[in-house]
């Protein structure tokens, strides 16, 4: 079945970029009509949509993170990247990668989604 891991560093420094990575497994990430998804979720709040790349390589980002956001991809290793920049403590958050049909875009949902990683934990902290 199809598997979603997010990698990356646990603690960013302020100011600095947080990078992650989702690797996917037992699925192709140029599958026709499939979005690929970060959402994240900081201590005490709800899920938020961040952003997502589409199978065709069309990203979309949430208006508010846009002048901070990149999602990127490389289909030779079957992996979408989140870079964020210029984070601040507000960044700090559980964050998910996800996958699923475009029904799927902008939701935060987790039903809308056929797949979920498990989550990383990022912190962001001097």
């Known amino acids: 079945q199809v598997q979603l891991q997010e990698s990356g560093p646990g603690l960013v420094k302020p100011s600095q970029t947080l990078s992650l990575t989702c690797t996917v497994s037992?699925?192709?990430?140029?599958?026709?009509?499939?979005?690929w998804t970060w959402i994240r979720q900081p201590p005490g709040k709800g899920l938020e949509w961040m952003g997502a790349i589409g199978y065709s390589g069309d990203t979309f980002y949430r208006s508010s993170l846009k002048s901070r956001t990149s999602i990127s991809r490389d289909t030779s290793k079957n992996q979408f990247t989140l870079q964020l920049s210029s984070v601040t403590p507000e960044d700090t958050a559980v964050y998910y990668c996800?996958?699923?049909?475009?029904?799927?875009?902008?939701?935060?949902?987790?039903?809308?989604?056929?797949?979920w990683g498990q989550g990383t934990q990022v912190t962001v902290s001097s």
């Open positions: 996800a996958g699923g049909t475009s029904r799927s875009l902008y939701s935060v949902l987790r039903n809308d989604y056929e797949h």
């Open positions: 037992g699925g192709s990430i140029t599958t026709t009509s499939y979005c």
